[in-house]
């Protein structure tokens, strides 16, 4: 069984990584901030189907509290072979409305958080010489999101890490891969009218918007067995809308 440390798993694509991970019988450690009560209620999901299911609490945009993290993970379960870097935020602003309090706080959450969570998952990974670690990017961080400036540069760094790590890491047997959704059905689209959604599937070679379930068989595919030569990549879960 392995130990999969998925970030920002109490909604949306976390939370449906989480269900497909211990689908497959891995022990799932989902980590949360702000919406405890849907992670206790995840855990309790997943272990009423008799899955293995932790929780911990942790602002990944605070390197105290990334580091705390992984001291749990490894109390709980000696460490995580798989690292799911997903938690984010989102913000729509011309950019010459973004604060510094915005730019910083994008930064700190959608990209410092995959520096912290890797740095803190990679000694375990060294020590075992295998490690996968899949962090969620998105289309804007390849192609740029107008009046998304800040979310786009945090996306394209998170694009950045995955590739320069992928070449140090892979002779410890460690693979860095990215997948990088298009339109998701979630809450953070949930500012989105129905009008615009459909706007965005006409958009789309596919004609669909995306599920949370889309872009996490991409990661947990990442994460397999089947996916051992692959590193340094960006997956597009977009529907075409990246080709
Ligand atoms: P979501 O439904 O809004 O969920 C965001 C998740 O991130 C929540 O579980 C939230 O946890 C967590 N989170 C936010 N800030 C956090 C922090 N400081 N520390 C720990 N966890 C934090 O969003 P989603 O659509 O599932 O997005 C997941 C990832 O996919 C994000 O990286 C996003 O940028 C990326 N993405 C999404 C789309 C899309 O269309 N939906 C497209 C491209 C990329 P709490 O609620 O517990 O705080």
């Not at 804007?140 to 890490?161: L, P, R």
């Amino acid at each position: 069984m392995r130990n999969v440390l998925i970030t920002g798993a109490s909604r949306g694509i976390g939370a449906e990584t989480a269900r497909l991970f211990a689908r497959q019988g891995d022990n799932v450690i989902i980590n949360y901030f702000r919406s405890q009560s849907e992670a206790e209620t995840l855990r309790s999901e997943l272990r009423s189907m008799g899955y293995s299911a932790e929780i911990i609490k942790a602002d990944v945009s605070d390197p105290a509290q990334v580091t705390e993290m992984f001291a749990r993970t490894e109390q709980l379960c000696g460490g995580a072979d798989v690292l799911v870097n997903n938690a984010g935020i989102a913000q729509t602003k011309l950019f010459t409305d973004i604060t510094d309090d915005d730019w910083q706080r994008m930064i700190a959450v959608n990209l410092s958080s995959v520096f912290y969570c890797c740095r803190s998952a990679l000694p375990y990974m060294i020590r075992k010489h295998s490690g996968r670690i899949i962090n969620v990017a998105s289309m804007w961080g390849q192609i740029g999101g107008s009046c998304e400036v800040h979310y786009s540069a945090a996306k394209a760094g998170v694009i950045g890490i995955t590739k320069a790590l992928a070449k140090e890491e892979g002779l410890s047997g460690i693979t860095v891969n990215c997948v990088s959704p298009g339109v998701i059905r979630t809450d953070m689209t949930s500012n989105l009218t129905e009008d615009d959604l459909r706007a965005l599937a006409d958009e789309t070679p596919t004609g669909t918007i995306g599920t949370p379930l889309d872009v996490a068989r991409a990661i947990v595919y990442l994460a397999g067995e089947d996916a051992g030569f692959i590193t340094g990549q960006v997956l597009s879960v977009s529907g075409g809308f990246v080709i």
